[in-house]
């Protein structure tokens, strides 16, 4: 074997160490979210929060009569603008990677990728 392929197994599985390691904070984190989004009964109170119409060309609009779980919830204080039910899909997602780690078998997360894409882009 060549000294190049010898250094990129090496560094691939270096990277599969420091993954390995990262997934596991992600977990320890993905852990104490739950027992928060439990405690707190944050789905409850995210449904209920203030919401805002979204116009068109996706700027905020005029703020709902009553919360509606589809549509933005009008708070400055969250770091994006998502609705109660996209913060849901988006905690369905991260209770799969807790599963999956705890070695259960999950269910496919039809359109994880693009959920996710939404919450971290907003």
Known sequence: MSGTLNSQAIRIANNIVSISQQMMVLYQQIVALDAAWTDTGAA???AAMATTAVNADGS???ADGAPNTAHPISSVALSQAL???QFTQAKTILDAIKSL?????????GGARAI???TING
């Open 44 to 46: 409850t109170v995210l």
């Open 116 to 118: 996710l894409n939404v």
């Open 60 to 62: 905020p609009g005029a």
């Open 101 to 109: 780690i705890e070695g259960n078998a999950v269910t496919a997360q």
């Open 83 to 85: 609705s109660s039910t």
